[in-house]
């Protein structure tokens, strides 16, 4: 149900590139979700064994291509590369130019945060352009300890491909792992409730892989009174409705 893999297959369509998707799992009868619009889009999908590291499979595949005259071009688990997180630098940049229309302080920044490339763009982006804010990254699939490291490293290296002549700190990097649940890709109560609320309240749409884990915490945080000093609390939300259709029988059992 990957939405990175979804928007690349997508631009590669419109490229006329061809795009080989290796995906953790297996295949389904009926896709639904993601997995269905890879299919109406054309992609090549090669499935590896959930808990199977994809890495090896992605090198052999290319192997395999080359020998066919194909030039693979790799990208990485969700696009988690310096040049890939600079999209997320980008969105702050913008999220920063509006709120200054607005009139409006942002001092508060939620987010889902997987394999570290969203989080860390957009804390090199809030030190660029919002230094007020604080950017909270709540963990849809690595602990506390694990994550940290990751989005500070890569961080780093974001900041020297801008030559940005900045320093991020450890401390700086806030990592949320209680909205795990029972692991990635797997519905947490607490998640459902967020995506019902923000969809009967507002009209707007998560999912239960990423953003509906991430408002579970941003609520919890709001209701708790920690963010009352806050002029302005923002929302990055990073897409995955189409992943609802795959999730049916977890909103059926939780209601």
Not at 20 to 35: F, M
Not at 60 to 83: C, N, V
Not at 175 to 180: A, K, L, M, R, S
Not at 223 to 244: I, R
Request: hydrophobic share 40%; charged share 15%.
């Amino acid at each position: 149900q990957s939405n990175h893999c979804r928007q690349t297959l997508a631009y590669c369509c419109r490229l006329g590139l061809a795009c080989h998707l290796v995906l953790s799992g297996s295949p389904q009868e009926k896709p639904q979700g993601n997995l269905l619009l890879f299919h109406i889009m054309g992609a090549q999908t090669h499935f590896q064994p959930k808990g199977t590291p994809g890495e090896a499979a992605c090198q052999q595949l290319m192997k395999d291509l080359r020998k066919q005259g194909k030039r693979p071009f790799y990208i990485p688990l969700g696009a988690s590369t310096p040049l890939g997180s600079l999209g997320y630098v980008e969105a702050v940049a913008e999220m920063a130019r509006q709120a200054k229309e607005l009139d409006v302080e942002i001092r508060h920044l939620y987010l889902a945060s997987g394999s570290a490339g969203t989080q860390a763009g957009a804390l090199v982006g809030a030190r660029l352009h919002l230094p007020e804010c604080q950017v909270h990254g709540v963990s849809v699939m690595r602990k506390q300890e694990e994550l940290v490291p990751q989005v500070l490293a890569l961080a780093g290296e974001v900041v020297d491909l801008l030559g940005a002549g900045l320093q991020i700190r450890e401390d700086e990097v806030l990592v949320h792992d209680e909205y795990i649940g029972d692991g990635y890709a797997v519905p947490s109560q607490e998640g459902l409730d967020a995506i019902r609320r923000l969809a009967q309240q507002e009209g707007v749409l998560l999912d239960p892989v990423y953003t509906g884990k991430a408002m579970a915490c941003m609520i919890a945080h709001l209701q708790s009174g920690a963010l009352n000093g806050a002029s302005a609390v923002a929302f990055l939300h990073t897409g995955g409705s189409p992943a609802l259709f795959a999730y049916a029988d977890s909103f059926a059992e939780s209601s």
